[in-house]
C-alpha cells in the first residue's frame, strides 16, 4: 500500500530556515499536502502542491517536489517560535480522500 | 463561521464498552471524514461521509461504524472496545470532493480505554 516518510524531530534556532523532507511511494499520488498540528488542536492545512508542479511558494513556505525521486520538502524561512509543532505530510491519489499521512515531523524551534 | 466541532473533547471508557462520538462540520460542508490518531500508527483513514452515503472507507474492523445525518452532522461508533482503540480521533469536513477542497480538522476527541 502506499506509504509517506517523514523524520520525526528537526530542532533550528529562531531566525534560521527550516527543512521538512518527506518520501512517498504512490506513483499516481496527484496532490501532496503539509499539514501542522498544534498541542491539543486537530490538524491545518499549510499549503499543497499538485503532483505536475516542482515548486510553490508561499509567503514564508516553499514547497518543492521532485516527483521522480517521490521526495517533497516544506521550507519555512525566518522560523518562529509560534512554528514549534509537528507536521504532517500527506498524500492522496484521487479525490479528497483517503489522505494518506506520514507520521509526522516535530520541529521545535529555540530562542 | 465556527469551524469543525467534535464532542466530547475526552472520553475514558473500559474493554467491552462501546463508544459514539460526534462532530458538527462547517456549516454548508457537505462532506466527513474520521481519521484516528495514535503514536504508533500515526494517522489513518476510517471512513468519510457525503450526503449520508459512505463513499470511502479505510482498514479497520467492523467494530467501527459510521453514519451521516441529513444536517451533515457525523456520529461513528466503536463497539466492544479493546485497548489499542485508545487514540485521538479526529473529524474533517470540506465542502466539496475534489482534491484542492481544503479539510478542516475539527480538535478532536482523546479516548482511552482501560
Known amino acids: 500500500g502506499e506509504d509517506v516518510e517523514q523524520s520525526l524531530f528537526l530542532s533550528v534556532r529562531e531566525g534560521d530556515s527550516s527543512v521538512i523532507n518527506c518520501t512517498y511511494t504512490d506513483s499516481s499520488s496527484t496532490y501532496l499536502y503539509w499539514y501542522k498540528q498544534e498541542p491539543g488542536a486537530g490538524l491545518q492545512l499549510l499549503t499543497y502542491?499538485?503532483?505536475?508542479?516542482d515548486m510553490k511558494q508561499d509567503q514564508r513556505l516553499t514547497v518543492l517536489l521532485n516527483k521522480k525521486d517521490k521526495h517533497l520538502s516544506l521550507r519555512i524561512a525566518d522560523t518562529q517560535t509560534g512554528d514549534s509543532a509537528i507536521y504532517f505530510c500527506?498524500?492522496?491519489?484521487?479525490?479528497?480522500?483517503?489522505?494518506?499521512f506520514g507520521k509526522g515531523t516535530r520541529l521545535s524551534v529555540i530562542a | 463561521k465556527a469551524g469543525v466541532t467534535q464532542t466530547p473533547r475526552y472520553l475514558i471508557k473500559t474493554r467491552g464498552q462501546q463508544v459514539t462520538l460526534s462532530c458538527s462540520p462547517i456549516s454548508g460542508h457537505r462532506s466527513v471524514s474520521w481519521y484516528q490518531q495514535t503514536p504508533g500508527q500515526g494517522l489513518q483513514f476510517l471512513f468519510e461521509y457525503f450526503s449520508e452515503t459512505q463513499r470511502n472507507k479505510g482498514n479497520f474492523p467492523g467494530r467501527f461504524s459510521g453514519r451521516q445525518f441529513s444536517n451533515s452532522r457525523s456520529e461513528m461508533n466503536v463497539s466492544t472496545l479493546e485497548l489499542g482503540d485508545s487514540a485521538l480521533y479526529l473529524c474533517a469536513s470540506t465542502a466539496g470532493l475534489g482534491p484542492t477542497d481544503t479539510q478542516y480538522f475539527g480538535p478532536g476527541t482523546r479516548l482511552t480505554v482501560l
Open positions: 500527506a498524500e492522496v491519489d484521487s479525490g479528497n480522500t483517503p489522505l494518506v
Open positions: 502542491i499538485f503532483s505536475n508542479m
